[in-house]
Nanobody, 122 residues
Framework: QGQLVESGGQLVQTGGSLRLSCAASGRTFSNYNMGWFRQGPGKERKFVAEIRWIDGDRYYADSVKGRFTISRDNAKNTLYLQMNSLKPEDTALYYC???????????????WGQGTQVTVSS
C-alpha cells in the first residue's frame, strides 16, 4: 500500500519562498502522475500543479503559474513544489497526490498525503 508524506509547510511573509516535499513509499510511484492540491479555510480542495510520469510535462493552476514549480526525483521517490512570490491567498493546507489518470480533479486521485500547512502573512 502506497503512502505519501508531505513536509516543508510553515509560516512565511508575503513575497517569500518555500519548498514543499512529498516522500513516497510502500510502492513505486514512478509510473504515476504526481501533483499538489490545496485547500484554504472554508474552501474546497483545488488543483495546484501536476507532473506527468510518461513525459515529464507539467501543468499549473492559473493562480500559481510563473510562481510555483513542480518537480520530481524518481530515484529519491520524492515530489517537490517550489513556491516563490507567495501571497496571502496561497495560505492553505497543501496535499500531495498521485494518480494513474490526469490529476486535474480530486476525483481521479488514487493516493493522498495528510497535508502540510502553508501560511502566508501579509
Amino acid at each position: 500500500q502506497g503512502q505519501l508524506v508531505e513536509s516543508g509547510g510553515q509560516l512565511v511573509q508575503t513575497g517569500g519562498s518555500l519548498r514543499l516535499s512529498c516522500a513516497a513509499s510502500g510502492r513505486t510511484f514512478s509510473n504515476y502522475n504526481m501533483g499538489w492540491f490545496r485547500q484554504g479555510p472554508g474552501k474546497e480542495r483545488k488543483f495546484v500543479a501536476e507532473i506527468r510520469w510518461i513525459d515529464g510535462d507539467r501543468y499549473y493552476a492559473d493562480s500559481v503559474k510563473g510562481r510555483f514549480t513542480i518537480s520530481r526525483d524518481n530515484a529519491k521517490n520524492t515530489l517537490y513544489l517550489q513556491m516563490n512570490s507567495l501571497k496571502p491567498e496561497d495560505t492553505a493546507l497543501y496535499y500531495c497526490a498521485a494518480s494513474q489518470k490526469p490529476l486535474f480533479t480530486t476525483t481521479t486521485v488514487d493516493y493522498w498525503g495528510q497535508g502540510t500547512q502553508v501560511t502566508v502573512s501579509s
